[in-house]
């Protein structure tokens, strides 16, 4: 790439210091936008013109002194470690150079993937363990598309974001996950932009830039018919028989997940009610809206058989996670646990004659789709389901009129055809 930036001592005649020296400046060169402009930074040199030219001097037999000599090494030495900064930088501009030039220190290369880490490193220390994951995800899927090397900023314009799309595309990939990917992507490019690594003028997002994919996730619910089965069943073993009870208090929770579920503690459980914060609304919005439902019968048997013995309302209301879990760790119980269910549920359902795709999502799916069916405002559902957004509302909504939109022109079909066939 050529350079669009140049760099190299000068002799700032014009402004004569009362020694009768004139002072030894960096005079640093930008093109731009078809301009040429130029900045000065001051040496701690300061030398009459005769002396600079001997100093700098190509003739061959020119004899410095010692302290010429000194002189010549520092200066030579401070433009090519200006030269070094400039080049470090992935888009020369005054700004940039002039902070790492002022720091007095030379600047890593600061990559793309150094970027992903450095984000990585603050999400796991706010203990984001999973989005952390989310992120290192993202990073490993832009370096297969870039030929299995990590791409840098440059690289990276609204033109080369489309044929990754279509490279995902080509790979079966959903929007959803394309979106996600490219998401935090975005993330970082801001997160680049605020820390002043890179210029706002690269930045490929934004209105006349790429846009990224929306996904439409279908949202799978249960029908009432296979709720109650379930809920009505006897299961096989005891294992079958802990999942049903956990999927049917997050189902009967509100919805509630499996790690808001492992994270409970005792100060949540009130004499009529189970009030808490949903860990994931917390993370992305800072949202501290609790969600609050009633303890039915359900509810109050998983309480009573499968709470620990409480000791501090601070403790952990299940024995799915300890107080000394580290993060990594939380998440890996976490998925454990819930990979648990799952399984178990799905043998649970086999066992009944169900032909049905379970898993603890569903219960969450299913328990919004139960409040859709039984009338209930969209106000009530986000605020049940605990949505910081009712964009995120209306998807269930959406995916539910579009259930009955089908069903509606089954129906008018059946009424005209058989009014048909008896004329």
């Not at 990224?212 to 096989?236: R, S, V």
Request: no cysteine; proline share 3%; net charge positive.
């Amino acid at each position: 790439m050529k350079k669009n930036y140049s760099i190299e001592l000068y002799l700032d005649t014009q402004r004569i210091k009362a020694t009768e020296k004139y002072p030894v400046k960096l005079k640093a060169y930008l093109n731009a936008n078809g301009k040429r402009m130029r900045r000065y930074y001051p040496t701690s040199y300061d030398l009459d013109e005769d002396e600079y030219a001997l100093i700098f001097s190509n003739q061959k037999g020119v004899r410095l002194s010692q302290k010429q000599k000194e002189i010549k090494r520092e200066l030579t030495n401070l433009l090519a470690h200006a030269n070094q900064i400039a080049d470090n930088l992935f888009f020369f501009t005054f700004e940039f150079f002039e902070r790492d030039l002022l720091n007095g220190q030379l600047t890593l290369e600061k990559t793309l993937s150094w970027a992903y880490e450095q984000y990585i490193a603050q999400l796991v220390s706010l203990r984001k363990v999973r989005t952390a994951d989310g992120y290192r995800l993202s990073l490993k899927s832009l370096t297969e598309f870039n030929g299995n090397k990590a791409p840098d900023f440059l690289t990276i314009s609204p033109a080369w974001l489309k044929r990754y799309e279509l490279f995902m595309k080509d790979r079966n990939k959903s929007d959803s996950t394309i979106g996600i990917y490219l998401r935090n992507l975005k993330t970082i490019f801001n997160y680049a932009i605020q820390e002043k690594i890179i210029p706002f003028e690269i930045y490929p997002f934004g209105k006349k830039g790429y846009h990224i994919p929306k996904g439409q996730a279908t949202k799978k619910a249960l029908k009432k018919d296979e709720i109650t089965q379930l809920m009505q069943g006897k299961p096989a073993d005891k294992y079958q028989q802990k999942a049903k009870d956990f999927w049917f208090f997050s189902f009967f929770g509100n919805g509630m997940n499996i790690k808001d579920i492992a994270l409970l503690q005792f100060r949540n459980i009130g004499k009529e009610t189970i009030s808490f914060v949903r860990a994931k609304t917390s993370d992305t919005s800072g949202s501290s809206k609790p969600i609050t439902f009633f303890i039915n019968p359900h509810i109050r048997y998983v309480l009573d058989k499968y709470a620990q013995q409480k000791v501090f309302v601070s403790d952990y209301v299940f024995p799915i996670l300890e107080k000394t879990d580290d993060p990594e760790t939380q998440i890996r119980k976490i998925k454990s646990f819930n990979r648990f269910i799952s399984q178990h549920m799905a043998r649970y359902a086999k066992n009944l004659n169900l032909d049905i795709d379970i898993n603890t999502k569903i219960a969450r799916h299913s328990f919004a789709t139960t409040v859709i069916l039984s009338g209930k405002s969209k106000e009530y559902a986000q605020e049940a389901l605990g949505h910081t957004s009712s964009k995120t509302t209306e998807n269930y909504f959406a995916g539910f009129e579009d259930e009955t939109k089908k069903a509606f022109a089954a129906e008018m079909f059946a009424m005209f055809s058989q009014d048909e066939t008896t004329q």
